[in-house]
């Protein structure tokens, strides 16, 4: 795109955002107020950025010694890439630090000829890194061309080359496979090239959110000595690295997705891209799954992958099977010579009868301490029986089929039992089925009204001091409340909350507020808080899975609901948990991994420390968000069983483990059900198998339809009868100001199939339930 055509896409959008107050462009506002730095939260995610860096190759010339001389390439060192674009980045931390910052607070002795060459050329206009605006982000920055005879008198004083390869996305469309994406650009090889045929230590920092093409490290060969990713890292990146490249940090993070050596390796990656749909076609083989069982030989760098500066043993102590599961108790040991951290990674071997199975699942995994040398921890790790189960299609169960099952933790067995019969965990309802039976599964299930006495003139405050049932506050709503609790305001950027929020919903009516409901405040997520004030930005979704660090990531999030409270935001839209099915989804880096298990407790970890604060985490989105391209109208086609032990599960291990107050749905269909008007996925699953209470919302401007069970009901009423409370960030005809009822909601209400008063009762219900749970407001 030529600068005219981008000046005119960037104007245009501008408007659109003022006059529907989409506010897509707020990454373009600058951050106001106090320059707000929430103490001890800068070393956290300086720790969780260093503990997500993985080590995929070391010829010994990592660690570096501070003595040695190092030149740095790549102008990423200077334009690093903090997250990446979109709603799960654009956040405005007080400071950041670059690698070239990181390396100099340190007290590298950098190259001072290079570093200089390169703060000049990125410093030139015609240079300077391209932000993009919404959709249009840059994937890369074009890098500075290398003169050999500069890299040749770096190489004189220099023992060591640092190379910086820096890739970005973001939301609403897909990396693509193409030089400057996926692929290493000319200029990136040219690089390549010139600093390993004259340095004969090079080592390469992936300053990256996802998975780009590494085949070229094999090319390479020995003339890479290391290979390190660093991620984005968030706020203090520069700094982490500088820590684990300099030895004050082991490396102690591992791969949270398989790296496969070709793109065409992955299971997806034929049924990936589809403008209308895509069949999930490689079912419950995703990732490792896959590669273990059907291709090993295309992996590169395997899932839970990474090297340590130290070396550790690990040795089996116990082994329990009980009625709920596995207990394990591992003796990690560091051998080598210096201190360090090891992931305890508990594997299942399910039998290889019936059902078609992946090799071994994850089924626990843990993290020691920082161990010196010779020091031991004992690392006890459990999980439950269906964390190894399967899900039986044509049963509708969770099953261990009969045989052996044997675990494995850090290469060694561990112990096994046998089952000698199926054992079935769990019996579930038929999902995603035909809308006759649809139709007659939620006619029977209608909730009925509260039937409480109205309690006229009671306020929010006299249920929250026991002296009125909810339910009889509930009674004396009026249609019209109702209605305004099952949607948001009508944009974002509410004026009830601080600027830059994403929206209000709960009190948006003056007669609400007039009983005691409060507007409640959203804000993105997952990178910190996406306002237009000061707030901490936060390693990426994959950095902090790579840390298998969960208490770290519970911590650091324990911190972000403090910034909430400092800012008055209810409700953080995050963390981001879809799986990672594919390298080139553009929201890879807001995600956690490729695996179920991982995800889920990663993001259970983040729900946990957010909601310890009394504010409420909002896990999204439900379900299989796990394409960009046409995520509005896109139909995500998978079988039961892929649903319910992948994209599912991993959102079941949250809400089981951390009851997160509120969960926010996808754009797109779920076999042929957007999902907001998802019955099954909400009702039967969600609340009814999983018995989850909180609320839902959907993602930001939903698709409008008409319910195939019930053809009276559109758009809100079809939402709201599927379960989905709350639309966000609501009608955008409706602001603050110009409030007018909902005509699809109520027009049915009372008549024949139409929406019910109890079900009007049911969405309130949750919406005051998440009420009575927030902390108080306080904006600023
Ligand atoms: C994204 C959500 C986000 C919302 C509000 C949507 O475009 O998909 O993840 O929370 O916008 O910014």
């Not at 993985?54 to 010829?59: G, H, T």
Request: glycine share 10%; aromatic share 8%; proline share 5%.
């Amino acid at each position: 795109m030529n600068r005219i055509q981008e000046t005119i896409g960037r104007v245009v959008k501008h408007v659109m955002d003022r006059v529907t107050g989409a506010g897509l462009m707020q990454e373009e506002n600058a951050p106001e107020g106090e320059r707000y730095l929430n103490p001890g939260m800068p070393e956290l995610i300086r720790q969780a950025a260093a503990e997500s860096c993985v080590l995929l190759k070391n010829d010994g010339v990592l660690p570096l010694n501070k003595e040695d001389e190092v030149a740095v390439f790549g102008r990423c060192q200077l334009d690093w890439f903090y997250v990446g674009y979109g709603s799960g980045g654009d956040v405005h931390p007080a400071y950041r630090r670059n690698l070239m910052d990181g390396l100099r607070l340190a007290g590298a002795r950098v190259n001072a000829d290079m570093a200089e060459r390169y703060r000049v050329w990125t410093g030139e206009k015609a240079n300077a890194a391209d932000e993009g605006w919404w959709g249009h982000w840059p994937y890369s920055h074009p890098e500075m061309p290398l003169d050999e005879a500069l890299v040749r008198r770096a190489a004189q004083t220099a023992q060591t080359a640092l190379v910086v390869i820096g890739r970005a996305a973001g939301e609403d469309r897909e990396n693509t496979l193409t030089q400057g994406s996926y692929y290493l650009t000319e200029l990136e090889r040219d690089m390549l090239d010139a600093v390993t045929s004259v340095f004969s230590k090079t080592v390469v920092l992936f300053n990256t959110g996802s998975i780009m093409d590494m085949a070229w490290t094999e090319e390479y060969g020995d003339k890479l000595s290391a290979l390190l990713l660093v991620w984005q890292g968030g706020m203090e990146s520069g700094c982490a690295a500088a820590d684990v490249l300099y030895g004050a940090v082991s490396p102690c993070g591992r791969l949270a997705d398989t790296i496969a050596r070709y793109y065409v390796d992955y299971p997806s990656a034929a049924n990936f891209g589809g403008k209308e749909f895509n069949e999930y076609k490689e079912g419950v083989f995703v990732g490792y799954r896959y590669f273990e069982a059907k291709a090993p030989d295309c992996v590169l760098f395997p899932f839970g992958f990474g090297l340590s500066y130290t070396g550790f043993d690990a040795q089996p102590v116990s082994f329990a099977h009980r009625e709920t599961g596995v207990e394990v108790a591992l003796k990690i040991t560091n051998t080598g010579t210096r201190p360090g951290k090891e992931v305890a990674q508990l594997w299942c071997h399910a039998p290889a009868e019936g059902l078609e199975k992946p090799l071994r699942v994850l089924a626990a995994f843990g993290k020691t301490r920082v161990l010196n040398p010779g020091e031991s921890e004992i690392v006890k790790l459990s999980c439950t029986e269906k964390d190894f189960a399967s899900f039986d299609e044509a049963a509708h169960c969770w099953v261990l089929e009969a045989g052996e099952y044997l675990f494995e933790a850090n290469g060694r067995q561990i112990g096994s039992f046998r089952l000698y019969e199926s054992k079935v965990l769990e019996s579930c309802e038929p999902i995603c089925i035909d809308s006759a039976a649809l139709r007659e599964r939620i006619s029977v299930r209608l909730p009925a009204a509260t039937g409480a006495a109205p309690a006229v003139g009671a306020t929010l405050e006299d249920v929250r001091a026991g002296r009125v049932s909810l339910a009889a506050f509930i009674a004396a709503l009026s249609p019209q409340e109702l209605e305004a609790l099952t949607r948001g305001e009508g944009m974002m950027n509410s004026p009830f909350g601080t600027p830059g929020n994403t929206g209000a919903f709960g009190g948006v009516i003056e007669s609400l507020r007039k009983k005691g409901v409060r507007p409640l405040i959203t804000s993105d997520g997952p990178a910190g808080l996406r306002l237009q004030r000061f707030t901490s930005l936060l390693p990426c979704g994959t950095a902090l899975a790579c840390t298998w660090n969960t208490a770290l990531v519970e911590a650091l999030h324990r911190k972000l609901g403090e910034e909430m409270g400092h800012y008055g935001i209810d409700v953080h839209l995050a963390p981001g948990m879809n799986l990672h099915r594919n390298p080139l989804c553009g929201r890879n880096f807001e995600y956690y991994a490729e695996d179920p298990l991982l995800s889920g407790k990663m993001a259970a970890a983040a729900v946990r420390g957010v909601q310890s604060t009394g504010h409420a985490s909002c896990p999204k989105h439900f379900a299989c968000n796990n394409q960009e391209a046409r995520r509005n109208t896109n139909d995500s086609r998978v079988s039961e069983r892929a649903l319910r032990e992948l994209y599912l599960r991993s959102f079941e291990i949250c809400v089981k483990e951390a009851k997160p107050l509120t969960l926010m749905t996808s754009y797109n269909k779920v076999n042929g059900v957007w999902s907001h008007y998802h019955y099954d996925l909400v009702t039967t699953v969600l609340r009814g198998e999983w018995g989850w209470e909180g609320t839902v919302i959907t993602d930001w401007w939903m698709q409008r339809s008409r319910s195939p069970e019930f053809p009276q009901l559109r758009d809100n009423a079809y939402r709201v009868r599927a379960g989905v409370d709350v639309l966000m960030p609501g009608d955008m005809s409706h602001t603050a100001r110009s409030y007018r009822p909902d005509a699809s909601l109520l027009e049915t209400l009372g008549k024949p199939d139409g929406i019910t008063r109890g079900e009007l009762e049911r969405t309130a219900r949750r919406v005051l339930q998440l009420e009575l749970a927030l902390s108080p407001g306080a904006a600023d």
